[in-house]
């Protein structure tokens, strides 16, 4: 088991742009690629992004494209979530995921993250 732990969230006006963190411990070595999902009040989580832990694959949502960038630092079991250019209907509860192994469901889940955006 891994245990994923966000931080960086928080509140910011329309275009501004927030830094997310997620650190890994545990079971780190098992990692095939990390998440980012949210969840807008009152709606379903949706994805964000993906990257693979090894480098160089990612994935993002299309409203992600072009504004949102992830990456990591694996020496420090880290996975990043830059966002630019925010949006109001960017608010809602950020969360990290792990899975290990491609194509699989991402099983470990931080606590996740607040981003509120206002206009």
């Known amino acids: 088991q891994v245990q994923l732990v966000e931080s960086g969230g928080g509140s910011v006006q329309a275009g501004g742009s927030l830094r997310l963190s997620c650190t890994a411990s545990?079971?780190?070595?098992?990692?095939?690629?990390m998440g980012w999902f949210r969840q807008p009040p009152g709606k379903e989580r949706e994805f964000v992004a993906q990257?693979?832990?090894?480098?160089?694959?990612?994935v993002y949502a299309d409203f992600a494209q072009g504004r949102f960038i992830i990456f990591t630092d694996n020496a420090k079991n880290t996975v990043y979530l830059r966002m630019n250019s925010l949006k109001p209907e960017d608010t809602g509860v950020y969360y990290c995921?792990?899975?290990?192994?491609?194509?699989?469901?991402?099983?470990?889940w931080g606590q996740g993250t607040q981003v509120t955006v206002s206009s």
């Open positions: 995921a792990q899975r290990t192994v491609a194509g699989g469901r991402f099983g470990s």
């Open positions: 545990g079971r780190t070595f098992s990692t095939y690629e």
């Open positions: 990257i693979a832990w090894s480098g160089g694959s990612r």
